[in-house]
């Protein structure tokens, strides 16, 4: 088999059901889906197993839903079949939720980086940030598309935020705190009160 077809050389590309140009709003979403697979696979190369081992395991099943939710954007067959449901959103709230228990107190926004594994975990998130941008724009210019993606990449972004902090904070690196940053997160101190 090849691995070039020469039926793209013409700025067309097939869907699942049709053809459309390369820069359709289709092919732009699931494009930038595909942008974000890459740097989730990335991060992943740059976490040891023993100490990140819950957090491979939900980036390898984030790769794979991200994989459903870009072929349900691809998806302009008259009969859909969505591979991507309600149930992984639950999970990564259940995840965020997890993972939060563990997270140091937050008070004011933080800027990305620390170690090149949380560098990278925001990379992805400002991608899945991106990719939900489109996905909405995708939304407002044609009925039939899935809405379950862009609220699975709404609750992406959060895990992925959640995950850079947690890997910086195992590794004993302190958040990167925005020094002009008022404290607009409350400590769990003050909630209690």
């Known amino acids: 088999m090849k691995i070039y077809t020469k039926t793209g050389d013409k700025g067309k590309t097939s869907l699942i059901g049709g053809r459309v140009a390369k820069d359709d709003l289709?092919?732009?979403?699931?494009?930038?889906?595909?942008?974000?697979?890459?740097?989730?696979?990335?991060?992943?190369t740059e976490l040891e197993g023993d100490k990140f081992a819950d957090i491979l395991t939900d980036l390898e099943t984030i790769q794979n839903?991200?994989?459903?939710?870009?072929?349900?954007?691809?998806?302009v067959m008259k009969e859909r079949h969505y591979?991507?449901?309600?149930?992984?959103?639950?999970?990564?709230?259940?995840?965020?939720?997890?993972?939060?228990?563990?997270?140091?107190?937050?008070?004011r926004f933080i800027l990305p980086g620390g170690s090149p594994a949380a560098a990278t975990l925001h990379i992805a998130r400002t991608?899945?940030?991106?990719?939900?941008?489109?996905?909405?724009?995708?939304?407002?210019?044609a009925d039939?598309?899935?809405?379950?993606?862009?609220r699975y990449l709404n609750r992406l972004s959060d895990y992925l935020f959640v995950a850079a902090r947690i890997v910086n904070a195992r590794l004993g690196i302190p958040d990167n705190e925005y020094v002009r940053s008022a404290k607009v997160f409350r400590t769990n101190e003050k909630k209690e009160k």
């Open 26 to 44: 289709r092919v732009e979403a699931y494009g930038t889906i595909d942008e974000l697979n890459s740097f989730i696979g990335k991060a992943m």
């Open 65 to 75: 839903e991200l994989f459903d939710g870009g072929g349900d954007l691809a998806n």
């Open 83 to 107: 591979k991507l449901d309600e149930a992984p959103i639950t999970v990564l709230e259940e995840r965020i939720d997890k993972l939060m228990e563990e997270a140091p107190e937050l008070e």
């Open 127 to 141: 991608i899945t940030r991106r990719a939900e941008r489109v996905t909405v724009t995708l939304m407002n210019a």
């Open 144 to 150: 039939d598309v899935s809405p379950v993606v862009q």
